[in-house]
Nanobody, 126 residues
Framework: QVQLVESGGGLVQAGDSLRLSCAASGGSFNNYNMAWFRQAPGKEREFVARINRSGGNTYYADSVKGRFTISRDNAKNTVYLHVNSLKPDDTAVYYC???????????????????WGQGTQVTVSS
């Protein structure tokens, strides 16, 4: 059983940056591909980014490409989401998720992930 705990969210202004963290415990972190999703008020949860076990391959949603960067530190059992040039439309609860399987981009967007965190709120004011 893997537990995921997100942190790093907050209230920021448009154009600001944040680093979201997701700490994993209870399992072999480097056995899992990791992803970030987000859910804005009144909207469905959407895929944001994903990184493979070694950190050598990443996927991004078009809406965040060039502004967000996903990374991981397997020695610290942590995955990060660096979010830059934030916009009000980025306001959402951000969740990390763990997946034991390798997937293509389309598969990763729609897959059933094995574990989810509780989320961290990011609010961007204009």
């Amino acid at each position: 059983q893997v537990q995921l705990v997100e942190s790093g969210g907050g209230l920021v202004q448009a154009g600001d940056s944040l680093r979201l963290s997701c700490a994993a415990s209870g399992g072999s972190f480097n056995n899992y591909n990791m992803a970030w999703f987000r859910q804005a008020p009144g909207k469905e949860r959407e895929f944001v980014a994903r990184i493979n076990r070694s950190g050598g391959n990443t996927y991004y949603a078009d809406s965040v490409k060039g502004r967000f960067t996903i990374s991981r530190d397997n020695a610290k059992n942590t995955v990060y989401l660096h979010v830059n040039s934030l916009k009000p439309d980025d306001t959402a609860v951000y969740y990390c998720a763990a997946d034991r399987y390798s997937r293509t981009y389309i598969e990763a967007v729609n897959a059933d992930y094995d574990y989810w965190g509780q989320g961290t709120q990011v609010t961007v004011s204009s």
